[in-house]
């Protein structure tokens, strides 16, 4: 089969398109022919080893241990291993696997939902890592509740386009953060308000919110807490490259300054143990149109390389998506 591999860290020029062995299902874990797979953030982090942090988290310190690449995918079941009862040789599944960048990949049981019907495989790989990021800040975190003043920062990019839809689906009053280009993408996705960050900078209007979601968030801590009401809550959700410190300083410093009053503010970690529960959650806002992936590019598997440069260049708006 053909895959995206690579043989040591570095930038989207590590990248090759190679025949390798078709992967084998092991206890637990299903095999899916790939229909379409989606870049994230984490993809090219885990590409070029940065932070190091990744590489002692089992990535290999000096090159990587697995030469795959890709997380998000949709297609459908090609095997299951031994102990799988939830998907059958046929079935139409999303979610999130091992090297999706290739035909066929290999993703746990536990982490795979079935494709909603009328939704195409390549919305579907747009949706797991991104929207079940902005559905655990907003939900888990972040505790969001009918009718209150939740504000997206990072709004285009793929966590915001599926934070500003899942909050309006809960119910709040929604005001997106986001470039001039961006704006009237914003409203079409049901923004309540929307805040040109080239002309204003909301950390310093008297508005206040109930929550702030911040995707890659870049401002002080302290200004996101005095931009909150009295019980208001801050989560940051992604951070980029030479955004690590501030989201480190979001899941070292919050705890801290939570404790200081009833404002909360904290970074998010994702929690794979839900992973497939909230696939079926985003499932069901899917079928009922309340959430639709925005995709903003589409590349071959042959054109990784060039889509996961373009995903570095920080200007995406909503998903960029691979079709296999």
């Not at 291993?81 to 066929?104: C, K, L, P, S, W």
């Not at 001039?180 to 080239?198: E, F, K, M, P």
């Not at 951070?239 to 801290?256: C, D, T």
Request: with cysteine.
């Amino acid at each position: 089969m053909k895959a995206i591999v690579r043989t040591r860290y570095g930038s989207p020029d590590v990248l090759q398109l190679q025949e390798v062995e078709k992967p084998v299902p092991k206890v637990g874990e299903v095999l899916v022919q790939v229909h379409a797979a989606s870049v994230n953030t984490l993809d090219w982090h885990v590409m070029r080893g940065q932070p190091f942090l990744l590489r002692t988290m089992g990535g290999g310190l000096s090159k990587p241990k697995d030469p795959r690449l890709g997380v998000d995918l949709a297609g459908r079941v090609e095997g299951v291993g031994a102990n799988v009862t939830q998907f059958q040789v046929g079935d139409d599944v999303f979610g999130m696997g091992r090297g999706a960048f290739a035909e066929f990949a290999c993703a746990a049981e536990n982490r795979l939902a079935l494709k909603p019907t009328d939704l195409s495989y390549e919305a579907a790989a747009a949706v797991p890592i991104a929207a079940v990021t902005a559905l655990q800040g907003l939900r888990d975190k972040g505790h969001v509740r009918p009718a209150e003043q939740v504000l997206i920062q990072g709004a285009s990019g793929g966590v915001g386009t599926f934070a500003v839809q899942i909050a309006k689906a809960f119910g709040a009053e929604v005001t997106a953060v986001c470039s001039t280009r961006n704006v009237d993408q914003a409203h079409t996705l049901g923004a309540d308000h929307v805040i040109d960050y080239t002309q204003e900078d909301f950390t310093k209007q008297r508005q206040r919110y109930d929550l702030i979601v911040a995707v890659s968030g870049y401002h002080p801590i302290s200004a996101y807490r005095r931009t909150l009401r009295s019980s208001g809550r801050y989560v940051m959700v992604g951070a980029s490259s030479h955004l690590f410190q501030a989201l480190f300083q979001a899941l070292l410093l919050g705890p801290v300054m939570s404790r200081m009053g009833s404002k909360k503010v904290g970074g998010l970690l994702s929690n794979p143990s839900q992973h497939q529960q909230d696939l079926a959650f985003l499932k069901e806002l899917l079928e009922y149109g309340k959430v639709m992936p925005v995709i903003e590019r589409r590349y071959a598997l042959s054109e990784t390389t060039e889509a996961i440069r373009y995903l570095e260049e920080g200007h995406a708006r909503g998903k960029i998506v691979i079709t296999v």
